[in-house]
């Protein structure tokens, strides 16, 4: 089920006096979590991502992004799927392909931090990273 990954769970803030990054998690219902993240930069919006997870055969994390204004950045009806690759009790490996392109979504879990990492390999390479503190 899902609740596997209960350790996600949560309202998690990171970032610095610039920049604000949240992502917040429900628990586990119907074998699905739902997840929000956000960031803000100079006291505005950037963007938005809208997240679930979907337990089956193989996890599923689906995410969707969107503007500030909410005007949603796949089309309609298309999403970011990611499949589970690896798991123990507080990391999760997500990984996806798109044409030459390898892209690795890490969640991992130490004590009341998280942290997320997405790799992307192919072509060119890049790294993004956000750290989060658990706040309730």
Partial sequence: AADRFAWIAGTWRGGDDKVLVEEIWSDAQGGVMMGMFRMVEADRPTFYEFMHLVEGETPVLRIKHFSPSLEGWEEKGVSIDFTLAEASATR??????????????TYTRTGAALLVELVKSGASESR?????????
């Fill in 92 to 105: 999760a490996v997500f990984v996806r392909t798109a044409g030459a392109v390898e892209e690795r979504l």
């Fill in 128 to 136: 993004s990273e956000f750290r989060f503190e658990l706040v309730r």
